[in-house]
């Protein structure tokens, strides 16, 4: 081998350990760099609902039903919701459904027709004592007994269904206490009746 190649390979083996480097810091900071711009722009968590709120009341009747039933609650301090008056205190009717007066929607000139029936009442606070909740059968168009179902769900710290039953409403004009429940400070429901309790002001 001549002198010059013998050189030629001696700078090459001693270039390639500064070669391995540097193409490994690229890789570090290219690495570094992905992270850096994940942790700024965070994936968006589609579908994911966090409510506000420390109590979740669900009111609930058959599918399709024509028939409106409506929520009323009162809270500790005598406050009153219902689809007049749909906040109170920390109490608010979020959804007020009337049977299927409400249950229509237009898409691109397509009616679509949501079956469900159901009444939404979030309490977004802690206030101790007692809450009532009663049920009215509001409007009858078929004229039957209807099954109401109350469900009660404490959101934090996790999910806690604290009572789920059902509510037999005889018909039009019918009001029924579903449940009562105290709440002490820390917001844990303490105890749970059925004593009936009439809160409808209305005809």
Known sequence: MSVFGSNK??????SDPFTDLLFNALLGFTFLFLIAIMFMN???KKGIINPKAEYIVTISWPDH?????????EDPNGNLVWFRNREAGLV???????????DTITVNDEEIQNPLNQE?????????????????YYESESLQPIMVTVKVSKI???????????TLLEGKGDE??????KI????????????????????
């Open 184 to 203: 002490d400070k820390a917001g844990e429901v303490t105890s749970i009746s059925h004593i009936q309790k009439s809160l409808v002001v209305i005809g």
């Open 156 to 166: 934090n710290p996790a999910l806690e269904i604290v009572y789920y039953g059902d």
């Open 176 to 181: 029924k206490t579903a449940v009562r429940f």
């Open 92 to 102: 608010h009717l979020d959804r007020d459904d009337r049977g299927q007066i409400n």
């Open 42 to 44: 965070p994936i968006t």
């Open 9 to 14: 390979a001696r700078r090459r083996h001693l």
């Open 120 to 136: 939404i009442v979030t309490i977004r606070g802690v206030v101790p004592g007692e809450f009532v909740i009663n049920v009215h």
């Open 65 to 73: 039903s024509p028939d409106d039933v409506d929520a009323w609650v």
